[in-house]
């Protein structure tokens, strides 16, 4: 009986394994292929039928495309769209994080009249495609001479973060207890000292879930820098990537394109391997993306 | 009594000070652009001349540019299939990777890798394995005798391509279907298991119901998301072939970026518009659910 229950179970086993192996192969092939091709010679890139594997590892690719991009005044390409993006990242995350903590606060631990209108008319904003006002935007920027800089792809997450975000630190702080607020009143603090000393080091595990997702957000944004970044020097790592494969000649062949693309996808792989918790929280919270 | 009046008169403009960055923000980058591309909408503007109107000549001329009923169609064939149906598949990937065996977890970070990768690089990953003279793929498909396709640069195939492409991303909703699965309180497996139900018996009538609401959340906001598609289409196939995977996204950001008609792409975004926002009432008059639910305490 127990025996044959074992062995039920030992099928069981082997079949789920069996089908999430032949899954996993299916689902990572591409990136194997993505190393693969990235190792070969040019040539061997361009054979017909194509390739598996290379002949022989061509770890150079990683270092010829390094000066496949060419240079501004002496200074790589690929210099000034990591220094771009390098900025971005933590001005956005400082943005995101600080400013989206700071409007939960209000919309959670203080009650006043407004409040939950205000807080209606921010999650009403997540139905508004980016698409509408994209154009006005642009227009805006335009109008304000924010053109072809950074300001664009900032200061707007300085602004709450989006509404999801807002509704993330907001679900969280409404789990902490309110008698952490009151006792500190009591004790005579006022609502700047209670948000610093006690709210904002009590949401930290939540807070690097939305840091998390602001990096992830900012590293693979294409739109936002195709529309207000136009000269070259002003790119970001995901633009210049994306301009790779249009050159491909140029660049010197499909390897050191792919070998860039491993390059450029290597961070939030390795902030994914260390941060699985928080990056799997802003995937569940905030949905499916299109 | 008058103490408590300044108390509360104090804690209102405490509570508007933390308020504040998301009512610049609200007023400056969602209302006056709604309200600027509602405007543009009725005119023809470049953004270097000043707008002349011209009424609803946009809503009617958009009708008769090239590719626009295509891509109308293209981007609900796109959002309608590939979200349910990344949602249906992903269902059953969430329950093998929801057993309770050795080494799960790797097969989870297995499934999800292909989201981690930027659009960017999986764009032009997948745009090389799919082509038809270089592309591995041919190589896979002739070896099996199925013949050689030509994936995104054919008209015939390319939107079916980019379908079956985020498809690869199904790691996602792997992930919401897994949550779900969590949220169900053991106690009904508990009960199913002494009632006698099988383990299909149980899915069926435990687990499915269980998690219907977040996944009919996820399904109408995925919905959402897909109708505004965009960097796939751009990095993989920019519209082509013969505009067979242009989308109302892609159409606005080529009008009103590229051809600066401004007025004409804002016409087409409202458009767009009208049409999640019927969506969106549909979910709310359905579900009582939804997010705004929590904005009471």
Request: glycine fraction near 8%; include cysteine; charged fraction near 10%.
């Amino acid at each position: 009986m127990t025996s044959s229950v074992k062995r039920r179970r030992r099928i069981f086993a082997a079949t789920v394994y069996a089908i999430l192996i032949v899954g996993a192969a299916i689902f990572c092939f591409p990136i194997f292929m993505l190393l693969s091709r990235s190792l070969m010679t040019t040539v061997e890139s361009t054979v017909v039928p194509a390739k598996f594997f290379p002949s022989v590892l061509q770890w150079h690719n990683y270092v010829d495309i390094f000066k496949a991009v060419g240079t501004l005044e002496g200074t790589s390409y690929w210099w000034l769209w990591f220094k771009n993006t390098a900025v971005l990242e933590v001005m956005v995350i400082a943005g995101t994080v600080l400013s989206s903590v700071w409007v939960a606060y209000g919309f959670t631990r203080i009650k006043f009249p407004g409040r939950n209108f205000v807080f209606a008319v921010v999650m009403g904003t997540m139905m508004i495609p980016s698409t509408v006002t994209m154009i006005p935007l642009y227009t805006i920027f335009s109008d304000l001479n924010w053109l072809n800089t950074l300001h664009p792809l900032i200061w707007p997450m300085w602004c709450g973060g989006g509404a999801v975000n807002i509704f993330l630190v907001v679900q969280f702080l409404r789990t902490l207890p309110r008698e952490l607020n009151e006792s500190a009143r009591i004790d005579g603090a006022n609502e700047f000292k209670i948000f610093f000393r006690i709210v904002l080091p009590a949401a930290v595990p939540i807070l690097t879930a939305v840091g998390v997702g602001a990096f992830v957000g900012v590293w693979n944004d294409l739109v936002n820098p195709l529309l207000y970044l136009n000269t070259k020097d002003m790119w970001t790592l995901a633009l210049g990537v994306s301009t790779l494969n249009v050159n491909v000649g140029e660049i010197g062949g499909i390897p050191y394109v792919f070998a860039a693309c491993t390059i450029f996808s290597l961070p939030p792989i390795v902030l994914f391997t260390f941060a699985q918790k928080y990056f799997i929280e802003s995937v569940v919270m905030s949905g499916i993306k299109g | 009594m008058r103490d408590k009046t300044k108390v509360k008169l104090k804690r209102t403009v405490t509570g508007y000070v933390f308020l504040l960055p998301v009512i610049i923000g609200l007023a400056l980058f969602t209302v006056l652009p709604l309200v600027k591309s509602f405007y543009y909408s009725f005119t023809e503007y470049n953004n270097i001349t000043p707008p002349i109107n011209v009424g609803l000549q946009n809503y009617k001329d958009m009708w008769s540019q090239m590719f626009f009923t295509k891509s109308v169609i293209n981007t609900f064939v796109y959002a309608f299939i590939s979200v349910p149906l990344g949602l249906f598949c992903s269902f059953f990937l969430a329950l093998g990777l929801n057993a309770k065996l050795k080494g799960i977890k790797v097969f989870r970070a297995l499934f999800y890798l292909p989201v981690i990768l930027p659009a960017v690089a999986s764009g032009i990953l997948i745009t090389d394995l799919f082509s038809y003279t270089y592309g591995i793929y041919n190589r896979i498909f002739m070896a099996l005798g199925l013949g050689r396709f030509a994936f995104f640069t054919s008209e015939k195939t390319a939107m079916l391509s980019l379908i079956v492409y985020s498809l690869w991303g199904m790691g996602s909703s792997m992930l919401i279907w897994l949550a779900g699965f969590k949220s169900v309180s053991d106690t009904y497996y508990e009960v199913a298991k002494i009632e006698g139900g099988g383990p299909v018996w149980t899915l069926l009538h435990v687990t499915v119901p269980m998690t219907t609401p977040t996944i009919f959340y996820n399904l109408i906001m995925g919905i959402i998301n897909s109708l505004q598609v965009f960097t796939p289409v751009y990095v993989i196939t920019s519209g082509g072939p013969n505009g067979s995977t242009s989308t109302l996204a892609y159409m606005i950001y080529t009008f009103g970026m590229s051809y600066r008609k401004m007025g004409l792409a804002s016409a087409m975004a409202w458009f767009l518009f009208v049409i999640i926002m019927a969506l969106t009432l549909f979910v709310y008059k359905t579900n009582k659910w939804v997010y705004y639910e929590g904005g009471k305490d």
